[in-house]
C-alpha cells in the first residue's frame, strides 16, 4: 500500500522551501515599495502552515519510499506546489480566478511559459520575478533541487531522482546521488549568474537581466514585457541563443567538459552530435526561406532562423520576431523541433534527441535485418550498446506519446479551436514550449481566450508533458493500486 506518511512528510518538508522562496519574492516587492508586498506575506504564511500541517501528519513516518510512492509523491508534489504558488496572484488580485492562477503557476514550475496574463508589463516586481523563479525552480526538477540541498530529507532519493528525471538514460557523475545533484545545480547555478551578468553588460537593466537569465537557463519562456517578443539588441539575442543552447545540453556531459576538462567529450557524445546537427540543418534551412520567400537579409535572417531554432528545440519558447507569420512550411520544421526536443538530462522538454537518434538507429537495424536475417545489430549511443529493455521502453514512450498528442488535439478541436491550433497547443504543452505558431495562440499573444475547462485539461498536460507521460499515467492504472 501507499505510504502516506513519508508522502506528507516530504510534501511538508518541500513547502517550506517553497515559503522561503516566496519570502525572497516579498523582499523583492518590499524593495519596489509595490502593493504585492502584502500578498506574498500572507502566501508565506499560508505555505508555511500547510507545511507544518503535512509535517504533522507525517511525524511518525519512517525514511524509504517505496518505487511506487516515488512515484506518487512526485507527482503531489507539483500539484501542491502549483497550487500554494498560485496564492500570490489571487491574493494580489491581479487574478480573480482560480482557474487562471492555477493555468499560470503550473506554467511556471513546469518551465511551460504559456501565459493567461495578457498584460504582463502591469504586474509588480514582485510577481514578475515569483514567475520567472517558479521556472528556475522547477528547471531541474523541484525533488532534485531538494535532494541537492537537502539530500536526508527524501528517503528512496534514488528512486524520486527516477520518477522526476528526463531521457531513457540515467547518467551519474558520483557514486552518491545527493553529490551528484550538488554538482549539477552548481552548474545549473553558475550559468544563471553568468547568463545574468551578460545580459546586464550588454546593456539590460539589472531586474530584467535576472528574470531573462532565468527564464532562459530553465528554458521557460516567461518574459517580464508583454508577449515572449525578445525585446533586445542584437548582441543580446545572440546571448540568449547561447545560454539556451547551453542549457539544452546533459548537464552531467557540461560537467564533465567544464569541471573534468574533457571538452572533447562533448563531440564524442551521440545525443549532443545529433542536437547540434538539427540545430544547423533547421537553421540553414529557414533561413533560406526566410532570404528567398520574405526577403530578409542575409545576418537577420540567420539570427531570427537561428533564434526561433534553438528556442524551440530547448522548448524555451522565447521569440525575436513573429514566426506565425513566416511561411507554412517553417512551421512544420518548429513543429517537429519542438517535438524532438534537446539533450535528456537538461532543463528542457520534448520527446529527447536521444530517443530520436535511438529510433533511428533501431530502424535502420530493421532494414539491415531484411538483407541480413541472422546479423546480431545491437544499438549503440556514444559506443555503448542499449539493453534490449530499454528498447521496449523506447517504443513504449514514443508509443504512448504519439496516442496522447492525438488524443489531446482532438479533445482541444472539439471545444471549438480549429485543428491547426489544436495540433500545436497538444505539442506545445506536453513538449512544455508553450508558444503556438498560428496568429490566434502565438509569440505575440496570451492563452486567455481558451475555456475554463480546456484551461484545467493544459494544467494537466503541462504536468504530463513536464514528467514525461508515463510517470503521470501509471498511476491511472488499476496495476498501480493493487496492494501486491
Known amino acids: 500500500m501507499i505510504n502516506w506518511r513519508i508522502i506528507s512528510k516530504i510534501i511538508g518538508s518541500l513547502l517550506f522551501i517553497e515559503a522561503f522562496f516566496m519570502g525572497c519574492c516579498m523582499a523583492m516587492a518590499m524593495s519596489f515599495h509595490e502593493d504585492d508586498v502584502m500578498a506574498f506575506m500572507v502566501s508565506t504564511m499560508q505555505t508555511f502552515c500547510a507545511a507544518f500541517i503535512f509535517l504533522f501528519f507525517g511525524r511518525e513516518a519512517d525514511n524509504s519510499l517505496s518505487r511506487r510512492d516515488a ?48 498584460d504582463v508589463e502591469s504586474l509588480p516586481h514582485g510577481l514578475l520575478f515569483w514567475r520567472s523563479l517558479m521556472q528556475w525552480i522547477g528547471g531541474l526538477g523541484i525533488v ?26 540515467r547518467s551519474k557523475m558520483h557514486p552518491r546521488l545527493s553529490t551528484s545533484a550538488k554538482w549539477i545545480w552548481s552548474i545549473y547555478l553558475l550559468l544563471t549568474i553568468v547568463c545574468a551578468l551578460s545580459f546586464w553588460l550588454a546593456g539590460m537593466n539589472w531586474f530584467d537581466a535576472a528574470n531573462y537569465s532565468m527564464s532562459t537557463t530553465a528554458t521557460g519562456g516567461f518574459s517580464t514585457h508583454n508577449g515572449t517578443i525578445f525585446l533586445a539588441k542584437p548582441g543580446i539575442e545572440y546571448l540568449a541563443i547561447l545560454f539556451q543552447f547551453l542549457a539544452g545540453i546533459n548537464f552531467t556531459l557540461l560537467y564533465v567538459s567544464i569541471f573534468k576538462l574533457r571538452v572533447g567529450s562533448l563531440f564524442r557524445n551521440s545525443e549532443f552530435k545529433m542536437y547540434v546537427t538539427t540545430i544547423l540543418i533547421a537553421t540553414v534551412w529557414i533561413m533560406y526561406l526566410l532570404i528567398t520567400r520574405l526577403d530578409y537579409n542575409i545576418e537577420p535572417a540567420f539570427r531570427s532562423a537561428l533564434f526561433q531554432v534553438v528556442s524551440f528545440i530547448t522548448t524555451t519558447g522565447l521569440s525575436n520576431t513573429d514566426a506565425g507569420v513566416w511561411p507554412h512550411i517553417t512551421w512544420f520544421i518548429l513543429m517537429l523541433l519542438m517535438f524532438m526536443g534537446a539533450c535528456a538530462g537538461s532543463t528542457t522538454g520534448g520527446f529527447k534527441s536521444i530517443r530520436v537518434l535511438m529510433l533511428l538507429k533501431v530502424l535502420r537495424n530493421e532494414f539491415r535485418h531484411i538483407l541480413h536475417p ?33 488524443i489531446t488535439a482532438t479533445i482541444i478541436s472539439v ?70
Open 144 to 169: 532534485f533541487f531538494t535532494i541537492a540541498i537537502l539530500p536526508s530529507l527524501v528517503g528512496g532519493s534514488v528512486k524520486v531522482f527516477a520518477a522526476e528525471a528526463t531521457g531513457p538514460i
Open 415 to 484: 471545444s471549438g479551436i480549429d485543428i491547426t491550433n489544436a495540433l500545436t497547443i497538444s505539442l506545445s504543452l506536453i513538449s512544455n514550449v508553450g508558444a503556438g505558431l498560428d496568429t490566434n495562440i502565438g509569440p505575440q499573444m496570451s492563452w486567455a481566450d481558451l475555456s475554463c475547462g480546456i484551461k484545467w485539461f493544459c494544467s494537466f498536460l503541462m504536468l504530463v508533458g513536464r514528467l514525461e507521460i508515463i510517470a503521470v499515467l501509471v498511476l491511472f492504472t488499476r496495476s498501480f493500486w493493487k496492494e501486491n
Open 71 to 118: 512515484y506518487v509523491v512526485v507527482t503531489l508534489i507539483w500539484i501542491v506546489f502549483s497550487f500554494f504558488g498560485m496564492f500570490p496572484f489571487l491574493i494580489h488580485g491581479s487574478m480573480t480566478g482560480i482557474t487562471d492562477a492555477y493555468f499560470e503557476t503550473m506554467s511556471g514550475f513546469t518551465t511551460t511559459g504559456a501565459t493567461v496574463i495578457d
Open 374 to 406: 541472422n546479423a546480431v545489430l545491437p544499438v549503440k549511443m556514444s559506443g555503448q550498446s542499449i539493453p534490449q529493455s530499454r528498447l521496449v521502453t523506447l517504443l513504449a514512450t514514443a508509443t504512448i506519446y504519439i496516442i496522447m498528442l492525438l
